[in-house]
């Protein structure tokens, strides 16, 4: 049976937080100017930077780091997160409904933050005030709006330092472009690009009788909810469409082949039976074929989904708190009960763990074929769980809104800029605080036993 020991690192100076003197799993920032009266408290401080974790912010020149630190948390404070992705394995990025983007720097041996840049490029340059969704590649950025209508901005100078440069060092050029789809409707539209990066889709949910506003005639390319565009420096080319069938959950690239969509399709009889569509199309020659689709019967609606990094399978939670894994190769599914009604799932970078979280902050780990992983803070009470909490360190209890594991290491990160044994979990919470859960003695890296034994199975 697999252990995961683990320590909470809260991004925070702020006193929400509740790291006790006499937990050694959970680590906070503090101010230099606060007193430690007891002798657990001095004792956890001595441990905390013998082990090279920061316990003050250093505020020098030219970072900054605590007054940025700050400044960091008074935006998740008045702002709305839109968008959250690693970059790469040291870095992630947070992008705000007003278009300022940050990007942190972590420490992978101690799991600090080094470096915090705030970019405010295009603050001032959007359409609206509000962005819907965001997509970064290395040499694109793409806003959409609730309206038809797209800011793209194209890099002619793509950053190749370990520290991603402010976009205005990156030439770039940005253009607002309209959208195909009806318009004069509020739509929420998401966006996917292409592992390759020269195709772009838009789409949106619907229902299979939805009423349009009335026009002489409603357009074929109106009535679809998924359009494929070609893109190339700030142009886009509207290459094909396609109305889905039933209610889509999810419309997304493949991670691996770049002209095939993966799309994640709910559909509730008028008896109330639900069940779900895992459809593959391929853009081939100007259009959008339906090239497989699977049909999943299910007990109840679903409430969170998520894709391997491979496509090879789809994880499902339902609102009764079961998890359904669908092999979409082999058509085999499989059906597990969580201990809480997930409303967070999320794939390890290699394909051979998942992570269940619900917005309480309550987390679970699984491996690839849902048996329960236990897992425990790295303190001396030897306790390992099924389920991790993390309310318990707040005084007010946060929503928490997504998780992200690292990216895998690129091939030329060296050992001393990577651990490999360890691996990072960020997790965002609503209003903040930031804050990342490292597991030590990592069973999730290429080449582990958990990993392994998940490449046999397959």
Not at 82 to 91: A, P, V
Not at 175 to 183: D, I, K, N
Not at 368 to 391: A, H, M, R, Y
Request: net charge neutral; proline share 4%; aromatic share 8%.
């Amino acid at each position: 049976m697999f252990t995961l020991f683990s320590e909470i690192h809260f991004w925070t100076l702020r006193d929400n937080v509740q790291a006790q003197d006499s937990d050694l799993g959970a680590f906070r920032y503090h101010d230099k100017k606060t007193a430690i009266n007891s002798i657990l408290g001095i004792s956890k401080r001595q441990y905390t930077e013998s082990r090279g974790i920061t316990w003050v912010n250093s505020n020098k020149r030219p970072a900054k780091l605590r007054d940025t630190l700050r400044e960091l948390e008074d935006l998740l404070d008045n702002q709305r997160v839109i968008y959250q992705e690693w970059c790469n394995s040291l870095q992630v990025q947070l992008m705000f409904h007003t278009g300022i983007l940050v990007t942190i720097t972590v420490s992978p041996h101690t799991a600090d933050i080094t470096h915090i840049q705030i970019d405010k490029y295009l603050l001032n340059k959007l359409l609206v005030e509000h962005l819907t969704h965001v997509i970064i590649t290395n040499q694109h950025a793409l806003c959409s709006y609730n309206e038809n209508q797209i800011t793209l901005i194209h890099f002619n100078k793509p950053t190749l330092k370990s520290i991603p440069s402010k976009w205005h060092h990156l030439e770039p050029r940005l253009a607002h472009l309209s959208l195909a789809g009806p318009s004069g409707r509020r739509i929420e539209r998401k966006l996917s690009a292409n592992v390759s990066g020269d195709m772009v889709l838009s789409w949106w949910r619907c229902t299979r009788d939805e009423v349009y506003p009335w026009t002489p005639v409603v357009k074929d390319v109106d009535r679809a909810n998924i359009h494929v565009y070609s893109l190339t420096s700030v142009k886009l080319e509207l290459l094909c469409y396609y109305k889905t069938d039933s209610d889509p959950l999810c419309v997304e690239f493949s991670h691996v082949r770049p002209n095939v969509v993966h799309s994640v399709e709910q559909k509730i009889s008028r008896r109330g039976e639900v069940s779900v569509e895992s459809c593959t199309y391929e853009i081939l020659n100007g259009k959008c074929h339906r090239i497989a689709v699977t049909c999943i019967p299910l007990e109840t609606n679903v409430c969170c989904h998520s894709f391997s990094p491979d496509n090879r399978h789809l994880l499902l939670g339902c609102i009764d708190g079961s998890l359904v894994l669908h092999d979409i190769a082999k058509g085999i599914t499989h059906l597990v009960k969580s201990a809480f009604i997930p409303s967070i799932l999320c794939w390890n970078s290699f394909g051979c763990a998942i992570t269940v979280a619900n917005e309480k902050c309550q987390i679970q780990f699984f491996d690839s074929s849902l048996s329960c992983i236990k897992v425990q803070f790295s303190s001396e009470d030897i306790t390992p769980c099924n389920i991790l909490d993390l309310g318990s360190y707040f005084k007010t209890q946060p929503t928490l809104l997504d998780i992200r594991w690292h990216q895998k290491p690129s091939h030329h990160t060296t050992p001393s800029d990577f651990a490999q044994t360890d691996a990072l979990l960020m997790l965002f919470c609503e209003k903040g605080p930031l804050c990342v859960l490292k597991i030590v003695f990592n069973l999730f890296y290429q080449g582990s036993t958990l990993c392994s034994q998940d490449t046999r199975m397959r």
